[in-house]
């Protein structure tokens, strides 16, 4: 084949373009530190790291929602645990003045004693998370349980039976809320019941303290729900930051660069690129014409 | 018996033709690197013998010839290449074109990131998710509304972006038609004066390829159809309609009247459709109307199905303020979507379900459950016939493009190495080599310095026959 000076020079010329092509993309890539800089560089790859992404971001959507509800459900308990410890109270004075005669003083003194508790019912009843009433259901503008003064003394529950409920993980949801009228309405009516029965002299205490236990049960039942939502929240809280750290490593497996393959394949372009270089800085040869005469 | 001074006048002829020869040789050396230049061969043939009539031959040899003559300057070129060229040219026009639009697209949507359309909708769904778990939070009801007016935001200037894309796609296409009618009537006079030196039964070697270079620039624009009529000339087809035709030469006219976003491209004689199905011109048609288009139906189902689910949802839920029945997305396209300026207060975003009482009004402000379903709808499959979610049909689409690109880069490649392949085959014909013209210059300079020694010979003899035969005691 007739070898002419134009094709060595175009020959020459498109090698060079291409060398310079394949280092120009490897430095793109150490330059961004990334593997994928466009989705036609690994269409497969850029769908499967759109994917990851979006996970990661649901995951983190997950996290805050299970904060959230970790958050809710400890207040929620301590509520209850304090709830308890008042209806023990209660109990282990119901018990005491059963046992013994007691003046009517004594008897008042500890009717004020149970109204104490009643408040602090009350009060755990109407407990707030982030200004919103908790054991109120949808209700949490106003407090749920209000006292009813006449025609006798009662407890009032004025939320409803809504659930809060949060998506925690793929496919599961937890439910948060606590309606509380069951929950504290025995443990309230129960008291009010104690006080009354304290200033009626004569009363029989005993249906009182059956009230009372059954209350206790009531709100040691309601504690053990919370506790189980607990229990898993905090399950799912750890798998969440296991499962955070598996999609960050396969995000960074597809889309980041691996610096040791690319410093190779960067230094093996350079090398080529020099000694295409060197290549046409010889083509130049000598012409038969300087060679005659 | 032949005159002696017929030796002078073959000396004569072959110093001629030498000296045309080296004319020839220095033209193809001058244009080594001229673009598209065939070499010129000169085409030397010997001059017919001088035959003696029968009446004088006696018993003398006849035929002794009478020189040498340049009877035809020969232009080395192989139309088959050429042809072959201009196939793979087209190939390369229209792959060429659209991988760039692609190229665009891909940047515009600048996927992978954290700041694209797949970023905006899962920001969009958490948004939500976070409301649903506290839905009287105003900083949460803020931020979903700003999530809202984020997303419609990022469809609204996609829309906007590849809205431009197109612009510059009919710019291209209106360029691209100038180029061709410019070309066809570059062709057609070229036609002329070839038609008139051939018909002379000259080469006009220079003229064919000044005349081939606009052939080969032509077949990356279309899949133009070259025949060569008997005189020469080349008729230049696309479609079924001509754009040369010996001298003459039709226009490529665009219409855009029909659809001003659309160029249509007719011809201007008959205001028939332009029928072209490869080279650039092909190429940026397709981009315009199935690449940019498709991408842009891409969008708009996104933003419908996002609108649609959002809405129907929403619509069914209240606000803090009892407010419901509202549209939290006015529009239905890409390029319309909008939070719905009617949600001008925290309180009127719809987080909550109708109370089990009174579906009329709401349950409570504690009730987040509409803003829960609303989060889920990152789970649902709207899209595709219900087959996809939002987030899969849009994976699918910069996954699709990601392999257009890929595909189209690859063609585009392949016919670029084959495209230099041949044009070197093409070189190796009709290139000059400055190795080979030199040999040739050293072969004629010494066929002249012969003859001219010859014209010195003969120069001799004669003198000696005149001027020194028949002169006895001088």
């Not at chain 2, 003696?52 to 232009?75: D, F, H, W, Y």
């Not at chain 2, 905006?120 to 998710?129: L, M, Q, R, V």
């Not at chain 2, 996609?158 to 691209?176: A, E, F, P």
């Not at chain 2, 499959?381 to 257009?404: C, E, F, S």
Request: hydrophobic share 40%; glycine share 8%.
């Amino acid at each position: 084949m007739r070898v002419t000076e134009n094709m060595v020079w175009q020959s020459a010329a498109s090698y060079l373009n291409r060398t310079r092509e394949r280092l120009q993309r490897v430095q793109e890539q150490v330059a961004s530190q990334r593997r994928i800089l466009r989705p036609e560089d690994d269409p497969a790859g850029t769908e499967r790291a759109l994917l990851i992404r979006s996970t990661i971001r649901a995951y983190q959507s997950y996290k805050r929602s299970v904060d959230q509800g970790l958050a809710r459900l400890t207040i929620t308990e301590s509520a209850l645990q304090r709830a308890t410890q008042a209806l023990e109270d209660a109990v282990v004075t119901t018990m005491r003045l059963r046992s013994d005669t007691f003046s009517d003083a004594e008897r008042e003194s500890a009717a004020l004693q149970v109204e104490g508790l009643l408040d602090s019912v009350l009060a755990a009843a109407n407990t707030r998370y982030q200004d919103r009433y908790i054991f109120g259901g949808y209700q949490t503008n106003t407090p749920p349980f209000s006292m009813d003064e006449t025609p006798s003394p009662s407890a009032v529950y004025s939320g409803d039976q809504g659930v809060v409920s949060l998506y925690v993980e793929p496919g599961r949801t937890v439910e948060i809320g606590l309606p509380g009228d069951t929950v504290f309405g025995d443990a309230l009516e129960a008291l009010i019941g104690l006080a009354e029965a304290l200033r009626t002299p004569g009363a029989d205490l005993g249906p009182c303290l059956d009230q009372l236990n059954a209350a206790v049960d009531t709100v040691l039942q309601a504690h053990t729900t919370i506790g189980q939502r607990l229990a898993i929240l905090q399950d799912i809280d750890e798998n969440l930051a296991r499962v955070d750290i598996l999609l960050q490593q396969q995000s960074s497996d597809i889309e980041n660069l691996d610096l040791a393959e690319a410093s190779v394949q960067l230094a093996s372009e350079e090398l080529a690129y020099n000694a295409t270089l060197g290549m046409i800085a010889r083509l130049p040869q000598p012409l038969l014409i300087e060679k005659l005469r | 018996m032949p005159s002696g001074l017929m030796g002078l006048n073959t000396a004569l002829q072959a110093l001629v033709a030498s000296q045309q020869a080296i004319n020839i040789v220095s033209h193809n050396i001058a244009n080594v690197n001229t673009p598209g230049y065939s070499r010129q061969q000169p085409i030397l043939a010997a001059e017919g013998a001088y035959t003696l009539p029968e009446a004088q031959r006696g018993s003398e040899a006849g035929q002794v010839g009478t020189g040498v003559r340049l009877v035809e300057v020969r232009r080395v070129a192989d139309t088959f290449l050429a042809n072959h060229v201009r196939l793979q040219s087209q190939q390369m026009g229209q792959w060429t074109a659209i991988q760039d639009t692609l190229q665009e697209l891909e940047a515009i949507l600048g996927e992978p990131s954290d700041v694209g359309l797949a970023a905006e909708i899962d920001s969009f769904w958490a948004s939500w998710g976070d409301l649903a778990a506290d839905p009287q939070n105003i900083a949460l009801r803020s931020a979903v509304l700003e999530a809202g007016k984020r997303l419609a935001s990022k469809f609204g200037s996609l829309t906007k972006q590849i809205s431009i894309s197109r612009q510059s796609l009919n710019h291209q296409i209106s360029n691209t038609i100038e180029e061709i009618n410019d070309i066809g009537q570059a062709i057609a006079d070229l036609n002329v004066e070839i038609a008139r030196i051939r018909g002379a039964q000259d080469t006009p070697g220079d003229l064919l390829d000044q005349r081939d270079i606009l052939l080969d620039r032509l077949a990356e624009l279309g899949n133009f159809v070259v025949a060569e009529e008997e005189n020469g000339a080349v008729s230049v087809f696309l479609g079924g309609h001509h754009l040369v035709w010996q001298g003459q030469a039709a226009t490529i006219t665009t219409d855009a009247s029909l659809d001003p976003a659309n160029l249509t491209i007719t011809w201007k004689d008959d205001a028939s459709v332009v029928r072209a199905t490869s080279g650039r011109l092909a190429g940026l048609v397709t981009a315009r109307d199935e690449i940019i288009a498709g991408l842009q139906d891409d969008l708009d189902a996104l933003a419908a199905a996002v609108v649609e689910s959002v809405n129907g949802l929403h619509r069914s839920g209240f606000g803090l303020d009892g407010s419901t029945g509202l549209d939290f997305f006015t529009g239905s396209t890409a390029g319309h979507i909008a939070l719905n300026p009617a949600l001008d207060h925290t309180d009127k975003l719809a987080t909550a379900g109708p109370s089990e009482s009174d579906p009329t009004s709401p349950s409570g402000p504690g009730d987040g459950s509409i803003a829960l379903q609303i989060s889920l709808l990152v789970e649902a499959k709207v899209m595709d016939g219900d087959r996809a979610t939002v987030n899969d049909y849009y994976r699918d689409t910069i996954g699709q493009l990601g392999a257009a690109a890929q595909n189209a880069a690859r063609t585009v490649e392949s016919a670029r190495i084959l495209v230099e392949h041949l044009n070197q085959r093409r070189q190796a014909v009709s290139g000059v080599s400055l190795d080979e013209e030199t040999i040739n210059l050293v072969q004629f300079e010494r066929a002249y310095q012969a003859a001219a020694r010859l014209v010195t010979v003969i120069d001799e003899m004669l003198d000696r026959l005149i001027n020194q035969t028949g002169l006895v005691g001088r």
